[in-house]
Structures are given as structure tokens and as C-alpha cells.
């Protein structure tokens, strides 16, 4: 794979397209030291980006909550966005938005810096999914989520992201795919960049969401089984009850739908529910009218 700072194309940042090895940002930069960044990955699909106002409207209430006022507005990062895939010629695609604080003071406090934005996309044809659907294996984290109290769970803030990028590393180096987190009680939240459903008969079991991301594509995954008669029931899940559940999956706009058949020594079925809402998924990826229709 190319390094990402060593590539052909063009990057929008503060309000233009720029080369995109030009596309930089200073050492001392306080979203560098303090992790004072907001961030979405989006997914384009035939050159449309799938939920793009909705990923336009998370970034900017990411924002608010870390106290960082976009100079520009969701619409106006809607639009750079579009700019870029054109820009860059890209039909299937993972987009990259985010607002961070610059430079001019180096403090934990630094309330007057400079709010910067950028969008950058490169292709993502989709071509791993095999394994998406073969099932990966997570063991379960050393480190939790915290408590709501102690970090804004809603922002998809980059600091959030320690802990996961510790764990999924701890994973890959005792030979698993991703991490399975608990929450600061010990129960089941979510995977280090993806939100997780268990299957239960006829029945879809997810956490709820009260201190990791309710993402986008969690929400459309409980749509869409509703739509076809699932029943669907966020509640509090132990790891001990893992044992019980036939199939698990992943839910994440880069995830889309990824199988699991294994947490830490649980095996899980590769069965029809998560196959079928996987297809389900990859169709309404492409024409996500269709759901809003059937709704
Ligand atoms: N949890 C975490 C920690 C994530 O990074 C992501 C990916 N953004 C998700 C859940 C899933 O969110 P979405 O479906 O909005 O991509």
C-alpha cells in the first residue's frame, strides 16, 4: 500500500483543494498534542457518499462538544466533500473529514487557536470483504470504555481513540483480527472501530449505546432487520453471556457487516441472519432510497 502522505491527487483543506503531498500541518499543532481532533470515515459507494449529511451532522456536533467552532458548516463540508471525490475521479471510496485546533498557542488551554478542516478520499473497492464474510476472531480488551463522566462518548474525538488503537494492537500481536471492549461495569460496548450485534434465535441483541458510539451504521443495521420482522433489543450484555448467542457480527461504516466467529475461545455460527443482513446492508449501501421507501 502507498504511504497516505505520499500519493497522487488532491486534499481540501481550509477551504481549497490542495496537492495532496502539501496537504500538512505544523508539529505544533494542538490537536496533535492533546487530541483535539473530531473525525468521520465515510463511505462512498458509485461516487455517492452513503448518509453524507448525517456524517456532516455528527462532525459538527463532535465538534461542539470538544468546544471547537467550525468556521464552516455541515452543508459547506457536505459540498467539500463532493468536491473531493469529484476532484479525485472516485466511485467506491472511504472519506476522511476532520476539524482540529491549530498552532498559534501550545497549552492544554487554547481556546483562540485557529479551527481548521480538511476532507482527503482515496478508492476503497471493497475487495478484503471475503473475510468480512469468512468471520474474524477478537479476544476481549485489557482496557474499557470509560464512564460518561469521564470522556464525551457522543464526539468522535481522536483521543477517544488511545485505548482502542492500544487494544486492536495488543489483539493483532496475540494473533486475533480486533478487540471486543467492555465498559468501565464489565459490560459489553463495542470493537475498537465498530459497533456489535448478537444473534439470538430469531432475535438481534446489541448494547446500548450509553458510552461508546451509536453509530450510523448500527442504526441502519436496526432499521433495516426491523423492516424485515426482526425483533430488535438494545439492552445490557455480559461477556458471560456470549456463550449463549448463535451469531455475532460487526456493524461500522468501514466494518459494513464483518462476521465474527470467534471471541475470545466462543465460537460462533457463520449463519443466515448475519449473511443476510450483510447482503441486505451491501444493497442498501448502493441505493439507500430503497430503505427510506420501504420504511
Ligand atoms: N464505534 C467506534 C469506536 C467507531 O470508530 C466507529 C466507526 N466510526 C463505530 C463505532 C461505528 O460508527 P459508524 O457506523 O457511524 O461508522
Known amino acids: 500500500m502507498l504511504p497516505m502522505d505520499d500519493r497522487d491527487g488532491w486534499i481540501w483543506l481550509d477551504g481549497e483543494l490542495v496537492p495532496w503531498r502539501e496537504a500538512k500541518v505544523h508539529v505544533l499543532t494542538h490537536g496533535l498534542h492533546y487530541g483535539s481532533c473530531v473525525f468521520e470515515g465515510e463511505r462512498a459507494y458509485g461516487g455517492r457518499v452513503l448518509a453524507l449529511e448525517e456524517h456532516g451532522r455528527r462532525l459538527l456536533r463532535s465538534a461542539e462538544i470538544m468546544d471547537m467552532a467550525s468556521p464552516w458548516d455541515a452543508p459547506a463540508l457536505d459540498r467539500a466533500v463532493e468536491q473531493v471525490i469529484a476532484a479525485n475521479g472516485l466511485a467506491d471510496a472511504y472519506v476522511r473529514r476532520l476539524v482540529w485546533r491549530g498552532s498559534e498557542v501550545l497549552a492544554v488551554a487554547a481556546p483562540r487557536n485557529r479551527i481548521h478542516a480538511a476532507v482527503a478520499a482515496w478508492t476503497w473497492t471493497g475487495a478484503e470483504g471475503h473475510r468480512k464474510r469468512e468471520g474474524i476472531r477478537l479476544n476481549v480488551a485489557r482496557w474499557r470504555r470509560p464512564p460518561p463522566e469521564c470522556m464525551p462518548h457522543e464526539a468522535k474525538v481522536s483521543a477517544a481513540y488511545a485505548i482502542g488503537t492500544l487494544s486492536r494492537h495488543e489483539a493483532i500481536r496475540q494473533g486475533f483480527d480486533d478487540t471486543l471492549m467492555l465498559d468501565w461495569r464489565g459490560r459489553v460496548s463495542e470493537a475498537s472501530g465498530a459497533n456489535v450485534f448478537f444473534v439470538e434465535g430469531e432475535r438481534l441483541v446489541t448494547p446500548v449505546p450509553d458510552c461508546f458510539l451509536d453509530g450510523i451504521t448500527r442504526r ?3 432499521r433495516l432487520a426491523q423492516q424485515r420482522g426482526f425483533e430488535v433489543v438494545e439492552r445490557v ?17 468501514a ?13 460462533f455460527r457463520i449463519g443466515p441472519v448475519g449473511g443476510w443482513l450483510a447482503d441486505a446492508y451491501a444493497a442498501y449501501a448502493r441505493r439507500p432510497g430503497e ?5
Open 220 to 222: 441502519s443495521i436496526i
Open 237 to 253: 450484555v455480559m461477556p458471560e453471556e456470549l456463550a449463549g448467542f448463535d451469531e455475532a457480527f460487526l456493524a461500522g461504516t
Open 255 to 267: 466494518a459494513e457487516v464483518t462476521l465474527i466467529r470467534e471471541i475470545d475461545g466462543r465460537s
Open 291 to 295: 430503505l427510506a421507501k420501504a420504511a
